[in-house]
Every structure is written in structure tokens, then in C-alpha cells.
């Protein structure tokens, strides 16, 4: 068994409950893996960091309901302990129909929990309340028989009478508490436009690491939690790998501050198939791996590094000959921003790019969010015409440049706005601001890694 941590809203701490578990597990040397509910590259990031292992994403709108429950048993294998951060409140979803059936709030924590068949702990932000607290675990418990509530986690309990006051409210309830966390004042993690900083970003983050695991062996309930955390493995069979081609592909993986928001199983799925991921820096490198055969550029903060990014000319111009020259090219979201002309930062500033997208990227207050269901307008890199799949969009820039040659036809999910028409497309480069989870959709990837090989072919035919 393993266990659904859900907040009763967003910005209830979760998170921080999620990073204190992984801590003192971690810490204590066991394998433990972790899991987060939708479509977030950077909470994944602080896993990944605590834990040593991965963490993966488990979304049935990005992928499917039967790929999430794959994902989860196979990546459970080998794991002493497993979890599942939530996402938003414990019900928010959306509304969708799947195999003739309704579902309310699809793609949600609450979603997640019944296709694994998971209990859920309940994490409650208890800074305002005090007998109210037992109707709110008294409505998230009956709201949905379906869902069993294993205990609570009290959250921001500001003095001993306060904690006195919600046990009598709960107590009737008889509802496990597991944890109780007071208000902390020494434990911060940055954030800014996007979210929190990455931990990569973040000096002395292994200090964070420290006193997260001991706020959670100060404060949570051991002896009730760790049976809950235990994995019981059920049996998996692993596919067996199949290469396009004899020997790897070479694929340039933008990986430095500027670029990191990559699902692993994308990663993971690309190798399956036969690529080898070369990372390689464009804030850094001067240039692109040897032999490359193909692009592939993650969103990030490309926004915040410009000016270090616009320094690297030589990189920038690495990419622009390759790219010319036919080299399959990827980039989504970050990665489109830094093949456009020019990003205009925060500050008015605006700084040169690679220039081989007839627009600028700029920045502005206004969030673009959302899950997409996106159409190929043409044959591309990846799609055929007409195919459509699903992703999502998380962004501050805008283009000031419509694209002459869009590459979706994009849809909002519950809206009935037209559609409207995103990126830019060729038989050798894709670039979207949709962040797209190909675990479900081996196919497009086959065609990325099949027009990598075939650009080399080329190429060698024409030395």
C-alpha cells in the first residue's frame, strides 16, 4: 500500500508535507519513490533531488487512465516506500467523458486515488480554523464514498490551545491525525513567476533537505505512517526495449538552469526507442555534441538566463546552421522562446536568440495555463495531419508574430472559445508553446528518432 498526500485547496502545504516525508525517508537510506498528480515539471524537481529516483508524473488527460496505473506499478518496483503529491484541491478536475462514462473531476488527486485504488491523507490548512476544522474533514470524507480518507495532517497550528481546540473538534470524527506541523518560520523555499525556484537553482538546498526531514520526524506519526507508505509490489513484466536502428541516435538534450522541464518517461521512452541523450548546455557549450543527429529543447527559464544566453554566440549560432541545415528539431515552450528572434525580459530588456522564428518572445504579467487539446494543422515532425493530442500550457511570454505556418489548432478544455492557432511547424522542426507527455504515444517519437536518422543518412550521402 501506498498513500495520496491531497490538500483540501491549493496552497494548503502539501508540498512541504510531501518534501519532509521524502527528507526523512531518504535520509534513513531507504529507496523510496514518488509520484505527482499532473502535468508540474518543478515539484517533480525537489523529488528527484530528495529521493535519488525520478519522480513521475501520473496525468490521464496528458497520457490515459491505464497508462497511469502502468506507470505507478512499474516504477514502484524495487521502492521501500512510494507517494503521490496532489494536485489543486483533492476534487478539482475536469469534467470529461471517457468510454461512455461522466467524470466529474477527471484528472484530479481524487481521480488518481480511485484509479490506484490508494487511501489519501488529507493535509489542512488549520491558520483560520479551529472547530471548523471537523466540518471540512467531515465534508472530504463523505463527499465521495469512493475515496477512504487513512488520517489528517494539521498544517500551520499556531499554539498548544489552538491544537487543543481542533483535536476537540476532529475527535468525534475518529479520523487518524498523522502529523502536526506548526507554523514555520525556518524553512522557505524561493519562488518566483512560474512557481518555486528549482532546486537546482537554490544554494545550500541540502540545508532545506535537513530541516524538512526533521520537521518530519519531529512532527509526524511514524508509527502509523510508515505502514501506510510500504509498497506492496504487484507483479509487472517490463517491455522489452526496441531500437529503430542498429546503432543509437544522437540526440542533443538541452539540459542546464535555462532548460529542465522534461518528463523523465519522455526521456526514458526516447532511449527505449534507440536515441542516446547527449546533454549539452547552450548556456554553457559553445557547441552542439558531435555527430548530433537531432534537437531537443524542454521548456525552462531561458526568460531569466537570457542575457547569459544571448553571451553564448556561438552556441546560438550552432543551432541556427544545424537547424538550416534540416536537423530534426523539438522545442517546446522555453525551447520555442529561445529559437525566436529576440526575448524581451521582465525588464524591457531585449536580448537576441538563435533568430530561426520570425518572432519575439515577451514577457508580461499575464499567465497563460491550461490544459490544451491541440490538432496538427499539416504533416510535420512528428503529426500527420488532423491527428490530435492532448498537453498543456504554463507560460508568462507572449509572441509578437503570428505564425505563417501554425502547427496546431489549439482548444481549451470546458471552454467553448474558438480554436486557435499555435506554433510552428516543418518536416524538420516543431515548435509549441504545449508541453506534451508522449508516454501514451510512442508513435510520435518513432517519427522524431525515424526523421533523425534519415537526416544523417543525408547528410553522410552528401560528404
Not at 540545508?207 to 501506510?228: C, G
Not at 541556427?320 to 541545415?325: L, M, P
Request: contains cysteine; neutral net charge; aromatic residues 8%.
Amino acid at each position: 500500500m501506498t498513500v495520496v498526500i491531497a490538500g483540501e485547496r491549493s496552497g494548503v502545504g502539501k508540498t512541504t508535507v510531501t518534501l519532509a516525508l521524502l527528507s526523512f525517508l531518504s535520509q534513513k537510506g531507504c529507496r523510496v519513490q514518488s509520484f505527482k498528480v499532473g502535468p508540474d515539471y518543478i515539484d517533480p524537481m525537489f523529488h528527484s533531488a530528495i529521493a535519488g529516483r525520478p519522480c513521475r508524473n501520473l496525468d490521464p488527460l496528458l497520457t490515459s487512465q491505464t497508462y497511469v496505473q502502468s506507470c505507478f506499478d512499474r516504477h514502484c518496483q524495487g521502492a521501500d516506500y512510494a507517494l503521490v503529491e496532489g494536485v489543486m484541491g483533492l476534487f478539482d478536475g475536469i469534467k470529461k467523458e471517457d468510454n461512455s462514462t461522466t467524470i466529474k473531476d477527471f484528472a484530479s488527486t481524487a481521480h488518481i486515488a480511485r484509479l490506484l485504488d490508494l487511501p489519501v491523507i488529507l493535509v489542512i490548512d488549520c491558520s483560520r480554523l479551529s472547530g471548523s476544522v471537523a466540518a471540512i474533514a467531515h465534508g472530504y470524507r463523505s463527499f465521495d464514498s469512493r475515496i477512504k480518507i487513512a488520517g489528517l495532517i494539521l498544517n500551520r497550528v499556531g499554539s498548544d490551545r489552538h491544537l487543543e481546540l481542533l483535536k476537540e473538534a476532529l475527535q468525534p470524527l475518529k479520523i487518524p491525525i498523522l502529523g502536526i506541523l506548526r507554523r514555520q518560520q525556518n524553512i522557505s523555499i524561493p519562488d518566483r513567476h512560474l512557481g518555486l525556484v528549482p532546486a537546482a537553482e537554490i544554494n545550500q538546498v541540502d540545508t532545506i533537505f535537513d530541516r524538512l526531514a526533521q520537521l518530519a520526524k519531529e512532527s509526524f506519526n511514524w508509527q502509523k505512517l510508515l505502514p501506510l507508505l510500504q509498497v506492496t509490489n504487484k507483479p509487472f513484466t517490463p517491455s522489452p526495449p526496441h531500437p529503430l536502428t542498429p546503432s543509437p541516435i544522437k540526440i542533443a538534450l538541452a539540459s542546464d538552469r535555462a532548460f529542465n522541464f522534461y518528463y523523465q518517461d519522455n526521456l526514458d521512452l526516447l532511449e527505449h526507442l534507440g536515441a542516446k541523450l547527449i546533454p549539452w548546455s547552450p548556456l554553457a557549450d559553445e557547441n552542439l555534441p558531435p555527430q548530433t543527429q537531432g534537437l531537443y529543447f524542454g521548456g525552462g527559464f531561458p526568460e531569466v538566463f537570457a542575457s547569459q544566453l544571448t553571451e553564448n554566440k556561438s552556441a546560438l549560432m550552432s543551432v541556427k546552421q544545424a537547424i538550416k541545415a534540416g536537423m530534426p528539431t523539438y522545442a517546446e515552450c522555453g525551447g520555442l522562446m529561445y529559437l525566436c528572434q529576440k526575448i524581451v525580459n521582465f525588464e524591457g530588456e531585449a536580448l537576441p536568440m538563435v533568430g530561426i522564428l520570425p518572432a519575439t518572445a515577451v514577457m508580461s504579467k499575464t499567465l497563460t495555463l491550461g490544459y490544451r487539446r491541440a490538432t496538427a494543422l499539416g504533416d510535420s515532425l512528428l503529426f500527420t495531419t488532423g491527428e490530435t493530442i492532448s498537453g498543456h500550457e504554463f507560460h508568462r511570454s507572449q509572441l509578437n508574430s503570428n505564425s505563417q505556418n501554425p502547427l496546431f489548432a489549439i482548444e481549451t478544455y470546458q471552454s467553448s472559445a474558438k480554436p486557435t492557432r499555435e506554433g510552428w511547424y516543418s518536416l524538420s522542426l516543431h515548435a509549441s508553446y504545449i508541453h506534451l507527455h508522449f508516454g501514451q504515444y510512442p508513435s510520435y517519437l518513432q517519427r522524431f528518432l525515424h526523421n533523425c536518422f534519415t537526416f544523417e543518412q543525408t547528410a553522410s550521402e552528401k560528404l
